[in-house]
């Protein structure tokens, strides 16, 4: 079965830090790689997604992520964070033609003004 | 905007209670998903369909069934309500499988089993 790994259950960060959370999957097949976030108290939302081309991909917010293949690995990048992105975070996976997704066990992000 | 609502925000019930959760979706999506969410496990699939009449196991299925008896609702079915089934759970939708479309979610229930 796929798993997906987050690194870090809870980053601390002052706010204009950069920000790199990690994501990991076990899954050796074509895979549609997914952060999604949840602020505190809203819905789960997407963040980007990531199903072919360019493995570099922007989402919303400045948040972007890389797909390197050869790593199994799906980080999630901001330059520049700001209060309003404490939330939680987590990276999914979904392997290629398939609809049922796994999830990480989550991120829950910090920033301090 | 795709809109997935939940029956209920918070519940409280007892141990052995039948419970049902309800989700309805109006984007006439192919593809529904139960997920339950408990704090530093993520979120775990308990089942999914993707069509109407159809159901699939996720990983987490025992202790729940569900029911989609139309393309826009997607119940999910705790038949005797243990107290380890104290958790958020949260519905989703998506398109269909050739555009493996995002999920979309709803605003989650929260169950207390007392």
């Known amino acids: 079965a796929q798993s997906v790994s987050q690194h870090n259950h809870h980053v601390i960060l002052s706010e204009a830090a950069s920000l790199e959370l990690g994501c990991n999957y076990s899954?050796?097949?074509?895979?549609?790689l997914f952060w999604y976030v949840q602020y505190p108290g809203q819905h789960l939302q997407l963040l980007l997604k990531?199903?072919?081309?360019?493995?570099l991909v922007k989402g919303i917010k400045g948040f972007e992520a890389e797909f390197i293949k050869s790593k199994f690995s799906f980080n999630l990048r901001k330059p520049s964070v700001q209060w309003s992105d404490t939330a939680e975070y987590f990276c999914a996976v979904m392997r290629y033609n398939n609809n049922d997704m796994r999830f990480g066990a989550g991120t829950r992000l910090t920033v301090k003004p | 905007d795709v809109k997935v609502t939940q029956s209920s925000r918070y519940l409280v019930k007892r141990t052995g209670e039948k419970v049902f959760l309800e989700c309805v979706q109006d984007m006439d999506h192919e593809n529904m998903f139960w997920y339950r969410q408990d704090p530093g496990l993520g979120l775990r699939l308990i089942y999914f369909s993707y069509d109407v009449k159809m159901k699939e196991k996720g990983d987490i299925p025992e202790g729940y069934s569900v029911s989609r008896e139309k393309k826009e609702r997607f119940s999910l079915i705790l038949e005797s309500a243990s107290t380890n089934q104290t958790s958020m759970y949260l519905c989703?939708?998506?398109?269909?499988?050739?555009?493996?479309?995002?999920?979309?979610f709803g605003p989650g229930t929260r169950l207390l089993v007392l």
């Open positions: 989703a939708s998506s398109r269909d499988r050739v555009t493996q479309g995002t999920q979309y």
């Open positions: 990531y199903f072919s081309g360019d493995p």
């Open positions: 899954y050796g097949g074509t895979v549609n």
